[in-house]
């Protein structure tokens, strides 16, 4: 009996450990990181909630944005998305064309929402286009 139960106990600590193993590999958060580390392109959203913000990692920059709700002419949808990028630092690696490729991005996800750039990335924009 003692050994039935044993066996049990055993495999039940195997199908635990299995499953923590698949939901590493599985989870969303990490392929951001390891996209992040690579300076690879990865976005993170979750579509179905429009309170959780979306994180957006592109040549080595991390950029969070944040979802705005509003009504359309027929429905209510993200109407605002807000950008702010993590770290300044990280900016000196882009240029004004990957600013354009990321808010095509967003656009093809939310083609209702004005897409706003917070400090530093409004200002490298704005001076971009003046010179």
């Known amino acids: 009996m003692i050994i039935v139960l044993f066996r049990l ?3 039940a600590a195997m199908v635990l450990i299995a499953y923590s193993v698949i939901r590493f590999f599985a989870d969303p958060k990490r392929k951001l990181e ?3 580390d690579h300076k690879q392109y ?3 959203d979750d579509t179905t909630n429009a309170r959780k913000n979306f ?19 027929n ?4 109407i605002t998305i807000s950008v702010s990028v993590k770290n ?3 900016l000196y690696l882009l240029e004004k064309e990957d600013f354009y490729f990321l808010e095509k991005e967003m656009d093809l996800r939310y083609p209702c ?10 200002e490298f924009l704005r001076h971009r286009e003046n010179s």
């Open 34 to 36: 390891k996209a992040h």
């Open 113 to 122: 929402a004005e897409i706003k750039w917070k400090s530093p990335v409004k």
């Open 42 to 44: 990865y976005f993170l």
């Open 88 to 90: 300044a630092s990280e």
């Open 75 to 78: 429905s209510f949808d993200i």
């Open 55 to 73: 994180l957006v990692t592109y040549k080595g920059a991390l950029f969070e944005g944040e979802k705005y709700l509003g009504t359309t002419d």
């Open 9 to 11: 106990v055993i495999l």
